[in-house]
């Protein structure tokens, strides 16, 4: 089963910059796609971007603009580059996969791993 590892995570001012990794090879239900999710305190996990084996990128409307995902193959680690973070970019960053693009409906999400803090705070 693919074990996904988040990292770069800190505190950070409004209007920094913060770059995410996602360390982890292989694919879930035969597809190789990577997505980024952030949970805010009280929230729900929602999804913030995602990349497909063939390149192709997504983002949310709040990333559109200031994140940008991105794939290193020769590290099996995916990036999440943040620019002029906002502190309601607080939160937990999580990678997974992105069920949307599994050719079985029934298919989910691979395991959580424990994500990494985003802080935006003066």
């Known amino acids: 089963q693919v074990q996904l590892v988040e990292s770069g995570g800190g505190l950070i001012q409004p209007g920094g910059s913060l770059r995410l990794s996602c360390a982890g090879s292989g694919t879930m239900h035969g597809v190789w796609v990577r997505g980024w999710y952030r949970q805010a305190p009280g929230n729900q996990r929602e999804w913030v971007a995602s990349?497909?084996?063939?390149?192709?990128?997504n983002y949310a409307d709040p990333a559109k603009g200031r994140f940008f995902i991105s794939r290193d193959n020769a590290k099996d680690t995916v990036y999440l580059q943040m620019y002029n973070l906002r502190p309601e970019d607080t939160g937990v960053y999580y990678c997974?996969?992105?069920?949307?693009?599994?050719?079985?409906?029934?298919?989910?999400?691979?395991?959580w791993g424990q994500g990494t803090q985003v802080t935006v705070s003066s």
């Open positions: 997974n996969a992105d069920p949307r693009y599994f050719t079985d409906p029934a298919a989910d999400f691979g395991p």
């Open positions: 990349i497909t084996e063939n390149g192709s990128k």
